[in-house]
């Protein structure tokens, strides 16, 4: 079974600390995502990456960044948290291989910053 | 760009109803993915269909169905006699082929099944 696993389900941060989420897939998928899942805005794309040390901005890149220095691990960064990055955060990971396109995701992290 | 669109935000129905989710995608692209996913109150998304855009075909897998129609740019879920698991909320997804492809997701379906 895919298993896409993300560190921690539940995280309280305050104001302006830097926060570090991060994600492992044990499939060996080239493509990881990360979204943000918010009430009646469904999963927004903030980044994604294509293959080690590759990225590219999603949808809503502002206050984040990432890094993938290896395959099978994305991590989500949040230089500054500030409160309206509470959110519930999910990864997820597939493949270029066109019967194994479709994407599996982590449990999410709910995310406070207080 | 490339864009989805479920418009409706929230349908209940009662127990045994057929019930159908519409899902509208937008690209200019000619090859392209589109996945329907459920996340259950647990909350882990769970993939349940993809389709390429070469295969119209329509599916149908027990009491769940799709239809798809590159005409409209739609791709719609049935599911026929609801029961109170499927209570939950559904999104539509839409993935370009190629290097550094966007999984764009809709704004989501809350499916609401009561007895």
């Known amino acids: 079974d895919v298993k896409v696993t993300q560190s921690s389900r539940y995280l309280v941060k305050r104001t302006g600390e830097k926060v570090f989420l991060e994600c492992v897939q044990d499939?060996?998928?080239?493509?990881m995502f990360w979204y943000r899942q918010d009430p009646g805005l469904g999963l927004r794309l903030i980044y994604f990456?294509?293959?080690?040390?590759?990225?590219e901005k999603g949808d809503i890149p502002e206050g984040y960044s990432v890094s993938r220095e290896k395959k099978e691990r994305f991590s989500l960064i949040l230089e500054s948290a500030s409160t309206n990055q509470t959110s519930m955060y999910l990864c997820?990971?597939?493949?270029?291989?066109?019967?194994?396109?479709?994407?599996?995701f982590g449990q999410g992290t709910r995310l406070t910053v207080v | 760009a490339q864009k989805v669109t479920q418009a409706q935000t929230e349908i209940s129905v009662v127990e045994k109803e057929d019930v159908t989710l519409d899902c509208v995608y937008e690209t200019r692209d000619t090859t392209y993915y589109l996945f329907w996913y459920k996340q259950p109150p647990s909350g882990e998304l769970v993939f349940l269909i993809r389709r390429n855009s070469f295969d119209e075909q329509n599916e149908i897998s027990g009491r769940y169905s799709w239809n798809f129609q590159k005409s409209t740019s739609s791709f719609n879920f049935t599911i026929t006699a609801s029961q109170v698991v499927d209570s939950a909320v559904y999104f539509c997804a839409l993935l370009l082929t190629g290097t550094a492809s966007k999984l764009t997701f809709g704004t989501g379906t809350r499916l609401q099944v009561t007895l």
């Open positions: 499939m060996d998928h080239e493509n």
């Open positions: 997820a990971s597939n493949s270029f291989t066109p019967m194994n396109t479709e994407a599996f």
């Open positions: 990456s294509y293959d080690v040390k590759m990225k």
